[in-house]
């Protein structure tokens, strides 16, 4: 079946313009999870959505980043007045989430993000 | 929170020889450990993960290890072969914590023919 989807999976913008990027899960995956990458490092949390709850957004590194998730499908997550050091690729990943589901987190192949 | 360190941060090794990347962590109330492989270009891949509940599990040539005394946990890959070359990470989530996966800085593997 299809696994994680990304969109854009590059994306070139100026200093100070807004971007949304977006992600597509795997069907039935309940949870849905946003990560960075900066160049040659490892992965930083950045916000989590399981079905209806409230999201865990305690990784945002600033305000300037919020996302959205519409039910169990698709989230956008949107950086405002983007920055040089927003530079990154942006991950998504799913799992089936939930009491009792698995936690393994398939990731999609990202979007590579470069502020000017 | 939890902190998860990885060792050694780049691995060459021989075509054929075994690799093994270490990894600790910090909180006693993490149970589930997967390993992540990633090329370049591309988004992280599960190859093999593993609970609390379990010291050792094996996938063909690659294997994992678990130590919760000492809050460690490893990976194996034998008869390393030059498609195994890749950015590997661990990572490591608590118990009742469903996001958060807390990863590894990553370690290099290159596998040299």
């Known amino acids: 079946g299809a696994g994680v989807s990304q969109s854009p999976s590059n994306k070139v913008t100026e200093k100070g313009k807004d971007v949304e990027l977006r992600c597509d899960p795997i069907?039935?995956?309940?949870?849905l999870y946003w990560y960075r990458q900066r160049l040659g490092q490892g992965l930083e949390f950045l916000i989590y959505f399981q079905g209806n709850s409230a999201p865990d957004k305690s990784g945002l590194p600033s305000d300037r980043f919020s996302a959205e998730r519409t039910g169990e499908s698709v989230s956008t997550l949107t950086i405002q007045r983007t920055q040089q050091e927003d530079s990154a690729v942006y991950l998504c990943?799913?799992?089936?989430?939930?009491?009792?589901?698995?936690?393994?987190?398939?990731f999609g192949p990202g979007t590579r993000l470069l502020v000017l | 929170g939890e902190n998860v360190e990885q060792h050694p941060s780049t691995l060459s090794v021989q075509e054929g020889d075994s690799a093994v990347i270490k990894c600790t962590y910090s909180d006693s109330a993490s149970n589930y450990f997967p390993w992540y492989k990633q090329e370049l270009g591309k988004g992280p891949q599960l190859i093999i993960d593993?609970?609390?509940?379990?010291g050792e599990k094996k996938d063909q040539r690659i294997a994992v290890t678990l130590n919760k005394t000492a809050k460690h946990f490893s990976l194996h890959i034998t008869e390393t072969q030059p498609e195994d070359s890749a950015v590997y990470f661990c990572?490591?989530?608590?118990?009742?914590?469903?996001?958060?996966?807390?990863f590894g800085a990553g370690t290099q593997v290159v596998v040299t023919p």
């Open positions: 990572a490591a989530i608590p118990l009742g914590s469903w996001g958060k996966l807390q």
């Open positions: 990943a799913s799992s089936l989430g939930g009491g009792g589901g698995s936690k393994t987190q398939y």
């Open positions: 593993i609970r609390s509940n379990v």
């Open positions: 069907s039935g995956h309940t949870a």
